[in-house]
């Protein structure tokens, strides 16, 4: 039986690793979706789970432990406040949003993270160069647009090795410079990844699905969603044609094909009653024209 807050993915064998999952958030509203990630993700029962927040923030769940901080940042970038603040002790840790839920195994993710350092999945806005203007910021950074990945920061498994230390510092020294310009976290640690020369292992957007209507090839691992996660969402007879979920709503290869099918009829018959009009029109003209 493996100790509380340790993992084991190696097949059975003894080797263990200790971990701990850190949040970010401040506010009751934002807590509370702590607290319901915790609650419905099973895979979080015994592992050490910390909450990085503010001076005021109450926060009563004793499943947390609670890391206070006089946020220097604003919004989205708060998150990076973490880095300074993460507990010794653990071989590699998980960063949460607080809308995500793990819904099956993710142990891969801690695996590639020992192993490559960080281990990260692409967000669906994925061309860094096309993030909302930031290839503003890359031209600064004399970064050439080539259309670079962008990796999601709401699931983040890392291990702290010396290239992993340099790229959140990084990732810091842009959320210095830039935080007047950009107030995304995202676009600045793929930028710091890309900066420092750093290659983080690429998780499949299974553990980070973010409701956008996105393929889903076999079984979601990570929801990631300020709406509700429908019922059944891991059930399917086969992975390919791809089922996908938008706004809540599973949309399964059956369905999708009975609406394309139903859209190009409807089209048909639009094209039809116009050529036939043209046909009526020109013969009354004389000849078609």
């Not at 934002?30 to 005021?56: H, M, R, W």
């Not at 793990?102 to 142990?107: A, G, P, T, V, W």
């Not at 281990?119 to 080539?146: N, T």
């Amino acid at each position: 039986m493996l100790a509380a807050g340790e993992i084991n993915w190696r097949g059975g064998s003894r080797v263990t690793n200790k971990f701990a999952v850190i949040f970010v958030a401040w506010g009751k509203k934002f807590v509370n979706e702590v607290q319901d990630c915790i609650d419905q993700s099973p895979f979080l029962e015994n592992c050490d789970k910390y909450l990085v927040t503010d001076d005021v923030t109450a926060v009563t769940d004793d499943r947390l432990k609670v890391l206070r901080t006089h946020f220097k940042y604003e919004g989205f970038l708060r998150k990076l406040e973490f880095i300074d603040l993460l507990p010794e002790g653990y071989d590699f840790y998980l960063f949460l949003d607080s809308d995500t839920r793990i819904i099956e195994d993710i142990s891969l993710g801690f695996e590639k993270a020992m192993k490559y350092g960080i281990a990260v999945a692409p967000a669906p806005h994925y061309s860094l160069d096309q993030f909302w203007g930031f290839e503003r910021i890359m031209k600064k950074e004399g970064v050439p647009c080539r259309g670079q990945m962008q990796f999601n920061c709401g699931v983040i498994f890392f291990s702290l090795n010396d290239d992993v230390r340099a790229v959140f510092n990084r990732w810091k020294v842009l959320a210095d410079k830039y935080q007047q310009e950009c107030v995304h976290d995202q676009p600045l640690l793929s930028l710091a990844m890309e900066q420092e020369g750093f290659n983080p292992y690429c998780l499949s957007i299974s553990y980070n699905y973010r409701n956008f209507g996105d393929n889903i090839s076999g079984i979601v691992r990570i929801w990631h969603s300020h709406g509700k996660m429908p019922e059944g969402i891991n059930e399917f007879d086969k992975p390919w044609p791809p089922r996908k979920i938008l706004n809540g709503r599973i949309i399964r290869p059956r369905k999708e094909k009975k609406f394309i099918k139903r859209a190009l009829i409807k089209t048909h018959r639009i094209f039809s009653d116009i050529i036939m009009k043209r046909i009526k029109e020109s013969r009354l003209m004389g000849g078609i024209h």
